[in-house]
Structure formats: structure tokens, C-alpha cells
Nanobody, 120 residues
Framework: QVQVVESGGGLVQPGGSLRLSCAASGSIFRVFAMGWYRQAPGKQRELVTTISSGGGTNYADSVKGRFTISRDNANNTVYLQMNSLKAEDTATYYC??????????????WGQGTQVTVSS
């Protein structure tokens, strides 16, 4: 079994910062990529940022220059440093891990989400 767990969400003021963490655990053979997605009420889930096991990154235009994804491959963990937060960043943030569990196929696993609210 594989579990993906996010943490670090909360309430912050506009312009503030927050750091999210995501850890994948279980019978993991290899993690190939991990990423962050977010979903606001009434909207579709959107990609925020991804990082490969080799360190390649991808950012949505809306967060580029403000958010930074980093990784700890040894612990199957990624972080999302969010700076200069805006009200429109308010959403539930979900972590996704693309990995092979045991000898199974390459599969994406979702976490349960962590709420980020940016408000005065």
C-alpha cells in the first residue's frame, strides 16, 4: 500500500508565506515525480508545480516566481515554499506522487489535501 500525506496548510495574510510538505510512504520501489495541484471551490483542479526525481521542475504561470518546489528523494518527500501569497491562491492543495509500488505499474497517487486560505 502507498500513502501520500500533505501537511502545512493554514490561514495566512496576503503577502505572507507558507510551506507545505508531502511525504509518500509504503511499498515504494521508486518515485519518478511528485507535484502539487490545487482546487478552489467551484473550480477544476489545476497543476501548480511538479518536480522529477532528477530535479526538473514545471510551474504554472500563476505561481512562477512566487512558489518553489523542492525535494528530498531519500525520504520521498517534496516541499512547496509559497511566498507573496495572494487571495487567489486560496484552495485545497493536493500532492500527487508518480511512482512504482513493488513491481507494479507506474501510477499516480493522490494525497487527501491540505487547506490554504489567504485572507486578511
Amino acid at each position: 500500500q502507498v500513502q501520500v500525506v500533505e501537511s502545512g496548510g493554514g490561514l495566512v495574510q496576503p503577502g505572507g508565506s507558507l510551506r507545505l510538505s508531502c511525504a509518500a510512504s509504503g511499498s515504494i520501489f521508486r518515485v519518478f515525480a511528485m507535484g502539487w495541484y490545487r482546487q478552489a471551490p467551484g473550480k477544476q483542479r489545476e497543476l501548480v508545480t511538479t518536480i522529477s526525481s532528477g530535479g526538473g521542475t514545471n510551474y504554472a504561470d500563476s505561481v512562477k516566481g512566487r512558489f518553489t518546489i523542492s525535494r528530498d528523494n531519500a525520504n520521498n518527500t517534496v516541499y512547496l515554499q509559497m511566498n507573496s501569497l495572494k487571495a487567489e491562491d486560496t484552495a485545497t492543495y493536493y500532492c500527487n506522487a508518480v511512482l512504482v509500488a513493488g513491481t507494479g505499474p507506474l501510477t499516480g497517487y493522490w494525497g487527501q489535501g491540505t487547506q490554504v486560505t489567504v485572507s486578511s
